[in-house]
């Protein structure tokens, strides 16, 4: 149990274009997802928490408007990097939790290259 | 505030070596989680062990051990007679509270060779 996918697995955009990642939990309702950027050989940096049915809640440095999270059912919550530019090339992970009090699920993460 | 410590970048070992990853952890609260995950070369983090701060048992799963001590604030992860696949980047991460905001290590690259 307690499967998160995500899709696309890597991406290849051209600068300036948007793409959209998809993070699905497959076997259990996910009120609250996590959407983090991990950089070659650093840490994973948490950008936003998404609450099913609310607005996203952003880490202090990332900007809403260029990464555009929806939680639009307890089981999909998508991320937009809109405008991409090389610097966002990165791996997406995200994370899907029954709640706030509920341990996080990881999925695979999304390889981004913005050429 | 939390923080998690991961003072070694990267350890290399010889196979069948026993390795250590240390982690040191800061937290005001007396209710917390502490996790272990792999990262191995695919990217796909692997859950290894949570412990919540009310258990300082010690834990064994095969060949992986953790050494939770609170009066150093430190949950140490080992691994007994280390494979070639176990290489990978290892890292301990802190949820506050019971909730599940998770604050990671910077994280320790383990490389064993044969």
């Known amino acids: 149990g307690a499967v998160v996918s995500q899709h696309p697995s890597w991406v290849i955009c051209k600068s300036g274009t948007s793409v959209k990642i998809e993070c699905r939990s497959l076997d259990f309702q996910a009120t609250t997802m996590f959407w983090y950027r991990q950089f070659p050989k650093q840490s994973l940096m948490l950008m936003a928490t998404?609450?099913?049915?609310?607005?996203?809640?952003?880490e202090q440095g990332v900007e809403k408007d260029k990464f555009l999270i929806n939680h639009a059912s307890l089981t999909l919550s998508t991320l937009t990097v809109t405008s991409a530019h090389p610097e966002d090339s990165s791996f997406y992970i995200c994370?899907?939790?029954?709640?706030?009090?509920?341990?996080?699920?990881f999925g695979p993460g999304t390889r981004l290259t913005v050429t | 505030a939390q923080k998690v410590t991961q003072a070694q970048t990267e350890i290399s070992v010889v196979e069948k070596e026993d390795v250590t990853l240390d982690c040191v952890y800061e937290t005001r609260d007396t209710t917390y989680y502490l996790f272990w995950y792999k990262q191995p070369p695919s990217g796909e983090l692997v859950f290894l062990i949570r412990?919540?701060?009310?258990?300082?048992q010690n834990e064994i799963s095969g060949r992986y051990s953790w050494n939770f001590q609170k009066s150093t604030s430190s949950f140490n992860f080992t691994i007994t007679a280390s494979q070639v696949v176990d290489s990978a980047v290892y890292f301990c991460a802190l949820s506050e509270g019971g909730y599940s905001t998770l604050t990671f290590g910077k994280g320790t690259m383990l490389l064993v060779s044969p």
């Open positions: 998404s609450n099913e049915g609310s607005k996203a809640t952003y």
């Open positions: 994370s899907a939790s029954q709640g706030e009090h509920y341990e996080q699920y």
């Open positions: 412990r919540n701060s009310f258990d300082e």
